[in-house]
Structures are given as C-alpha cells and as structure tokens.
C-alpha cells in the first residue's frame, strides 16, 4: 500500500515563500506523474501544478510564475516551491500519486495579508 506524506505548510505573509515535501513510499514512485492539488471550504479540490515521470511540468494559471514543481526519484519526493504568495493561495495542499490513485492527508497553508 502507498502512503504519501505532506509537509512544509504553516503561515507566512504576502509576499513569502514556503516549500512543500511530498513523500511516497513503494517502487513506482519514479515512474509515476505526481501532483500538488489545493482545496479551500465548500469549493472544489483544484489541480495546482503535475510533474510527469519524464520531468514535464504543467501549471494552473493562478501560480504560473509564482510555483515551481519538481521531483528526487532517488528520494521518492516531489517539491513544490512557493513564492510571491497571495492570500487566495490559502488552502490544504494535497500531494497526488497518479500510477497508484493515492493522495496524501493535506497540509495547510495560510497565507496572512
């Protein structure tokens, strides 16, 4: 069974940068594509940036300039940096395994204006 683990969120000002950890365990993690999703009360969970196996990235709209995703196969991680960070970046972060369909348990980032 894969267990994925988020980490790195907390509270930071406008303006501030914070780096989420997403570490998944099992042997597939290197050819898998992985995602950061984010969710806030009563709104739907919200594709946030995807890294393929191959170390392709993709971006909503909303962050691109802003976020950087990235992965360590050898670490079985996935990053995602954080920058220039608005108060509608407020939400859980959620870390995404697509070859296994696991997400992780959410971590928080509130950022304060």
């Known amino acids: 069974q894969v267990q994925v683990v988020e980490s790195g969120g907390g509270l930071v000002q406008a303006g501030g940068s914070l780096r989420l950890s997403c570490v998944a365990s099992?042997?597939?993690?290197?050819?898998?594509?992985m995602g950061w999703y984010r969710q806030t009360p009563g709104k739907q969970r919200e594709l946030v940036a995807l890294i393929t196996n191959g170390g392709h990235t993709s971006y909503a709209d909303s962050v691109k300039g802003r976020f950087s995703i990235s992965r360590d196969n050898a670490k079985n991680t996935v990053y995602l940096q954080m920058n220039s960070l608005k108060p509608d970046d407020t939400a859980v972060y959620y870390c995404?395994?697509?070859?296994?369909?696991?997400w992780g348990q959410g971590t928080q980032v509130t950022v304060s204006s």
């Open positions: 099992g042997s597939r993690f290197s050819i898998s594509a």
């Open positions: 995404y395994v697509a070859i296994t369909n696991t």
